[in-house]
């Protein structure tokens, strides 16, 4: 003689979930908040667990190395995409995106068959987008295949001939974003000064000064702390020059990494653009 439905339902669905239920809440309830996103930029669905601090750091022999205040570990942290050019995938904000617009012609009327790709400084997803490698040097040897940058979605719907992407304009058209954008927020922001611990500082040097260099100097009672020097003379960019070189005592412009986070972000992505590979 069988079990009755109601038996097989009970056994075999309703007390199982109770458990796993039981025990996910509290796996979750456990999980260290330095790997919550891990699975984001790992591609691998898992999380690791920790009960606490003193776990991770004493049992598994895990530091806490405090990179929510590294501005290095915040681009590492930023979510991958895949590239067009290597066909790898990377942090995005190592990256360039790009985004899908209408082709207008000479009328500057938009053309309703025909989209054009084009560089942009803005990572949000209002928009068909695809991303390619932050270095001029690389995207200029690669502007042939320019065409195969398109999002897959919109490679597999539409005919060659109705995409395009201005060869001629698409570097200079990026570099004239970002110099724009700083420019514009270097104009307002005020100088932290050397006081913060936590701090960029922009110098102009047209010598052979690397475009970024982490500095150790004294701080305070004399400890040492390290910061991150950005050298924009390396863009010969005049009007920025005149801007990080109006304070004649400091000879530069110290940035808050915390509260300077967007400038210092496009500072950087200026200087990997342009660096040479």
């Known amino acids: 003689m069988g079990l009755p439905k109601s038996a097989y339902k009970k056994l075999l669905i309703d007390c199982p979930t109770r458990v796993i239920n039981k025990n996910c809440a509290q796996r979750v309830k456990d999980v260290s908040p330095l790997i919550t996103n891990f699975e984001k930029w790992s591609d691998k669905r898992k999380k690791l667990y920790f009960k606490d601090e003193e ?118 058209e990026y570099n004239a974003n970002l110099h724009a954008f700083i420019k514009a927020r270097l104009s307002v922001i005020p100088n932290v000064g050397p006081s913060s611990i936590n701090r960029v500082l922009l110098i102009c040097d047209k010598r052979k000064t690397p475009p970024i260099e982490i500095q150790v100097v004294s701080h305070g009672k004399g400890l040492p702390i390290t910061q991150s020097v950005f050298n924009l003379g390396y863009l010969h960019e005049p009007t920025l020059e005149a801007i990080v070189s109006k304070d004649a005592v400091t000879k530069g412009i110290y940035l808050d990494a915390d509260n300077d986070k967007d400038l210092i972000k496009h500072l950087y992505s200026t200087l990997l653009f342009q660096s040479v590979n």
């Open 55 to 172: 776990e991770m750091v004493g049992h598994f022999h895990l530091e806490n190395f405090n990179l929510k205040n590294n501005l290095y570990g915040r681009l590492l942290a930023s979510p991958m995409r895949a590239e067009k050019i290597s066909k790898l995938k990377s942090c995005r904000e190592l990256l360039i995106p790009l985004k899908v617009v209408p082709s207008t012609g000479k009328d500057q009327h938009a053309d309703k068959d025909k989209l054009k790709l084009v560089p942009t400084l803005d990572y949000s997803k209002s928009y068909k987008s695809s991303y390619v490698l932050n270095s001029a040097s690389i995207v200029q040897d690669n502007l042939a295949a320019a065409t195969s940058w398109f999002p897959i979605s919109v490679l597999q719907t539409s005919t060659p001939k109705s995409l395009e992407v201005d060869s001629s304009t698409f570097i200079t």
